[in-house]
């Protein structure tokens, strides 16, 4: 069991930066696939970026060059640096957590899931 809560989120001008951090409780936080999605209003949630056992990182096609995710073991934190923010990025932002090697696009796949965190990005 792990249980994942997030912090970092908040109002932004268009052009800014947030640093999202997801805490992990647990003995096993380096044995999880990592992963962020995003849920705007009247949108199903979507992947926005993942990182493996391994340290390998994807992203959508949107983010890339802009956010970056990362993940701390010996703290068992896992954070997504976001430059560059748009309106378009306005969601809430969930971590989520897999017992595997990575984590799945598909949420349904993933097996722990945060409370969320709001990142509005104003225009």
């Known amino acids: 069991q792990v249980q994942l809560v997030e912090s970092g989120g908040g109002l932004v001008q268009a052009g800014g930066s947030l640093r999202l951090s997801c805490a992990a409780s647990g003995r096993t936080f380096s044995s999880y696939g990592l992963g962020w999605f995003r849920q705007a209003p009247g949108k199903e949630r979507e992947f926005v970026a993942g990182i493996s056992r391994s340290l390998l990182s994807t992203y959508i096609d949107s983010v890339k060059g802009r956010f970056a995710i990362s993940r701390d073991n010996a703290k068992k934190t896992m954070y997504l640096q976001m430059n560059s923010l748009k309106p378009e990025d306005t969601a809430v932002y969930y971590c989520?957590?897999?017992?595997?090697?990575?984590?799945?696009?598909?949420?349904?796949?993933?097996?722990?899931w945060g409370q969320g965190t709001q990142v509005t990005v104003s225009s």
């Open positions: 989520a957590a897999r017992d595997g090697w990575s984590i799945s696009r598909a949420p349904v796949e993933n097996d722990y």
